[in-house]
């Protein structure tokens, strides 16, 4: 699957000789632990495969139509490239040409980083190099162990794509965005967003297609109706979607498998890619294996992101895309300019994290039923607000998302009633594209409240939903009496 194109055999030499330098990790297993079953565990695709074969895939100039003049535009850093050549050279050639730090003026002598399960230790050689600059797009070593990774968990069909290591999740929104969004393009996002796309579409002022989700997330027949009849109009097409299909942030819903594959045709149909957010991946309840995006892309139309920030650390930063390669090669150029690349120090905690994958597997698994007890004890505390507040339970990811009854905007609910009673809450507002649209939704997230919090929150929570719904109706008695 991840194949190798363009850029030539010049950067795959480069890059397989830096590999030959890679830091070997000194791993030592050293508790015991309950073996998760690795192959249903990190099972990502469908035992009945990818379908979609009416489509053509794309290739090569074919990505051109999708990218961004920004993103057109750039070029190769030169001095990037010698970069990565050093790693090699470096021992046979005298080099007045590296920009490269001596690692003899690092004052680190030891590093040492215990899990329950194993132990990474870092000192000479391998310490240096994991201190010092690596190629843009990603620690080699990292590299080749995320592509099998993919390779095993998601099973894509066989294109040419390949893996850049980006420094969070949001990081890598953010290069999507800039490789495929022109100032005043049509986006197709949910209704209600993760606020970190919005926050990177906003100073592009794109029009933004919001699809409506019910308790299954996104309505792939309104998406169908609502391109249909832009197409019939001959308005401006979207080029990229963004959705979060596992756990969505803010609605919590999950994409059902039949979704994903309607979707995924009428990505083809209306030549748009997608960009699949996967932070809560790890975090889905129903213990049922969800194909990826990823794993129906037949036709090289999906970029996926990968964050281990919910599960792991979120300070580490630890994520990466997998894409088409003619999109990452540009994706990498954007790396090269904006910061060289992500710190390496994360990039090998990340390797030795992926690499053990039992011990990967034992923790996310523990972390998953964390989470799974929490989400169950907010639902037990909330059900008696369903008629105040209805609410789907979320089968994956942290959050409930409520829809407050006889409230047509949350906002004061929240920044006054809420925090003078001592609870924050976010409004829906926070999900919307307009953030100063009125909205009735709340979005509750149980990650970090105690167990022992959740009733007295629930509880403060129905008094100020009965309170917002008795100041709603003074006030549209106010207005009628006044008109
Ligand atoms: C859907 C979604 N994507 C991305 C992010 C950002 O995650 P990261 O820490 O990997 O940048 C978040 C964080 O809340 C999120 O909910």
Redesign the pocket.
Known sequence: MFVTTKFGKLNEFKKGLFEARAVALVLKKQFSQKDVNLDEFFKFYSDSGYHEDRYKPLSGRDYDRFLSTRAARRQPSLTREITSMAYKVGKQMISLAEGMPNEKVFPFTRLEMHTPYDRLVLDGKELAGALQYVPSQGFPALLSELRKFQSEAHRPPPLPRDILVTN????G?YQCVELLVEPGDAVLTTEFA?T?IHSVLRPLQPEIIGIPEDEDGMLPETLDAVLGERQRRGMKMPKMMYT?PTGS?PTGTVLPEDRRRQIYELACKYDFLIVE?D??MFLNYTDRPIPSFLSLDTCGRVLR?D?V??VVS?GL?G?WITAPKPLLERLELHTQAELLHPCTIAQVILLQLVQCRQSFATHLSGAREFYRRRRDALHAALTPLQQLAPFYMPHAGLFFWLQISGVDDVHRMVFQTALQRGLMLVPGQAFQFDIHAPCPYLRLTFSKIRLEDMDIAVKTLGEIIRYEQQETLQKQKRIATEG
Request: charged share 15%; proline share 5%; glycine share 16%.
């Open positions: 969070g999740g949001q990081h929104i993760y970190g979060i942030n957010d932070p809560y992101l964050s920030s919910k979120a930063r994520a």
